[in-house]
């Protein structure tokens, strides 16, 4: 199938809703003047993959979308005894009926290329001419994971943040968490009465933040910091980098019995288990990798978008090498209110442009 829009967005996270949203105020038709297309089997974004245990909280706030309030649904209001991803992926179900989005799923996209004036997105029903390219595919389908001597020499299990879906799976094993953000921690805090032993290892001493609520972006300082990386095309900061871990009642309980206790990483890992650097030993059965995730822009490489110094230029959302290509969610934007805000902003660039 071959088609053409005025707009494709690739990806139905916040990110790509909130443009969806800002497209069709200005009077852009969904599935007409511009598509949304996603990969996930539902609704939801990244959210719907998350882990079982995950809970709405002060370490995971989520922002409403836009016009949310339209529906008389919100997340500070939302019940907290849920998971999370079934929470996000209910709100955003009824978000694009509400509002007519027409989001396309799942579908995969393989590669963008140029084909004379026109972008052309290249996926699993076919292809898609646009003027205007919005990308808003996050994170989560780019994990990343350190480099370590004898990973490959492992027998147990190797489990990223995205593949981790309920602690039941780690019953009575040995267990190395490795990371130091509100995931790993998360991870510590759910396997402490289901793992047999758990270790935890990070590559820096735990910046506790004692403010009571810890937004997705972060503060001022880690927007800063993203947007100056983005604009020079470098790559992106992580976010705990910046704004340390809020330290909860939560996580302050469990430093004061013992388990948060966290150890400088290990010099190498071996088939058992892991060998720390003052030469002891840690057996292990998985080591479960919360150590973040890239922006996912393979598919983008045709473009040839990326930077010697590791990243993309973008300001304001839109790539300085293509001014036709934007970035939604990506840089200082790579927040839930970040994505609301840079829905606007791109949106009102692209009807400068078509």
Known sequence: MSERAQVVVIGAGQA????????????????????VYDRGPGTGGAWQFRWDAL?????????????????????????????????????????????????RRPVTISSVVNRGADLVVQHSEGETAAQVLVNATGTWGSPFVPY???????RGRHVHTNGYVTAEEFRGQNVVVVGGGTSAIGFLLELENV?????????????????????????????????AAARAGKALPSLVSTTGVPL???????????????????????????????????????????????????????????????????????????????????GPYASTIGANRSGRIIARQIMAQI
């Open 16 to 35: 790509g809703l909130a443009v969806a949203y800002y497209l069709k105020r200005f009077q852009l038709e969904p599935g007409v003047d511009f598509v």
């Open 55 to 103: 809970r709405l909280g002060s370490a995971h706030k989520v922002h409403d979308l836009p016009g949310m309030q339209e529906l008389g649904i919100g997340f500070d209001t939302a019940d907290r005894t849920l998971p999370a991803k079934d929470i996000v992926a209910g709100y955003y179900r009824r978000y694009e009926d509400h509002f007519g989005l027409q989001v």
């Open 148 to 154: 370590y001597p004898g990973a490959s020499t492992f």
């Open 248 to 330: 909860t009642r939560k996580i302050a309980a469990g430093i004061a019995r013992g388990l948060l206790k966290e150890r400088p990483m290990f010099a190498r890992i071996e088939p058992e288990g892991v060998r720390w650097n003052d030469g002891s030993f840690t057996a292990a059965d998985a080591i479960i990798w919360a150590t973040g995730f890239r922006p996912e822009l393979r598919h983008l490489a045709p473009l040839k978008l990326r930077e010697k110094q590791g990243g993309v230029t973008v300001e304001s959302g839109q790539v300085w090498t293509d001014p036709r290509i934007f970035l939604a969610g990506y």
């Open 195 to 227: 793992a047999d032993v758990v270790s935890w290892a990070s590559r820096r001493p735990i910046d506790y933040n004692t403010e009571s609520v810890l937004t997705i972006e972060g503060g001022v300082a880690a927007v800063r910091e993203a947007d």
